[in-house]
């Protein structure tokens, strides 16, 4: 089965932080560049970071504090989220694409995983 699964997510305190990972089976992330997404209700979906082999790219709300990395050998993607703010509460979603990427993250992604929820607390 072709799928990603995001999990990582919990309740932390603002200043805190999380490390979300996902995970690949039924295709290899090498072959792909890699984007983490967040939603919450009643607001567009937005591009947190993404990876492509020309580039890393991260939201202008998140650059300095998140970090995007990944290990080919476990086919995992994670997203380090440091400093998090309430801001930051929303469903997080990592994806896969064959396209490029670029600032924003925002092309046709081949595979979504189900998301993790992020709440931060004041």
């Known amino acids: 089965e072709v799928q990603l699964q995001a999990y990582g997510g919990g309740l932390v305190q603002a200043g805190g932080y999380l490390r979300l990972s996902c995970v690949a089976s039924g295709f290899t992330f090498g072959n792909y560049a890699i984007g983490w997404f967040r939603q919450v209700p009643g607001k567009e979906r937005e591009g947190v970071s993404c990876?492509?082999?020309?580039?890393?790219y991260y939201a202008e709300s998140v650059k300095g504090r998140f970090t995007i990395s990944s290990d080919n050998a476990k086919n995992t993607v994670y997203l380090q989220m440091n400093s998090l703010k309430p801001e930051d509460t929303a469903v997080y979603y990592c994806a896969a694409t064959t396209n490029e990427v670029g600032v924003g993250c925002y092309v046709w992604y081949n595979y979504w995983g189900q998301g993790t929820l992020v709440t931060v607390s004041s």
């Open positions: 990876r492509s082999r020309s580039g890393t």
